[in-house]
């Protein structure tokens, strides 16, 4: 069991306290915890709890530079760091965590900015809802990404998050299908990732993630109520198809 979350939105944070705090979790946790960020999207809950939300180029600039912080924070003895958006000065972290290598993952898909920076300093990459085919491309673009800038990519875990709306059965994948048109149907931003149907269809679509590289299949709920049943049937029919 790992601990950790997917993704902290680097605005809400100074790198230091979250330097500090995922450490702190790390002993608590005896060397299990993991520390995922991302550029930041969602509007209205920066403006809810007053934080300014910059245009895309200055959140991937600020994320470029976080991961940067982030990794001298939990790796050296002490931290030094000029950039535009974070400074250290001879910041220490200690303890240092446990792990000799703190695990830091990005989530995010952007291909000039994001698979970038995952590209120069994360252990893992995550992109949510994206169909097995873009993910594959998507995943090309981090490879090469990894040549650029010289890092050895099989270094880089590669993962996917879905939406889960499959049911255990044909009336229960029904009643996913109407929870999916109502959550989903007026979202304009084109995602396409998600689990529908039966366990046979869910197969299908582990399998073509599984194809294309994915080491690892998140799913994400929603929210309650949750379909128990839905869940049982992927645990009991799914999971040991993608091992």
Known sequence: MRVGC????????????????????????KGRAEC???AGWNEPEYRAFGFEFPGIKTRED??????????LLFDKPFADFSGTHYTLQHAPNNPKPVQARLPLWIGGAGE????????????????PYLA?????????????WCLEVGRDGSK????????FYMGADAKGAARAEERYQREWSADTRGFTGFLRGTPSQAKEIVKEFR???AERLNIALRGAPYDWEALAAFAEHVIPTAR
């Open 62 to 71: 600020q994320l470029e530079e976080y991961a940067e912080a982030l990794r």
């Open 211 to 213: 194809d294309a590289g």
């Open 132 to 144: 097995p085919a873009e993910w594959r491309r998507k995943n090309e673009v981090l490879d090469r």
């Open 156 to 163: 880089i875990a590669r993962t996917i998050n879905v939406g």
């Open 6 to 29: 997917l993704v902290f939105s680097i605005a809400y944070r100074n790198p230091g306290l979250l330097a500090k705090s995922v450490t702190t979790i790390d002993h608590i946790s």
């Open 112 to 127: 000039k900015r994001t698979l970038r920076t995952v590209a120069r300093f994360a252990d893992g990459w995550n992109a």
């Open 36 to 38: 995922g960020i991302g």
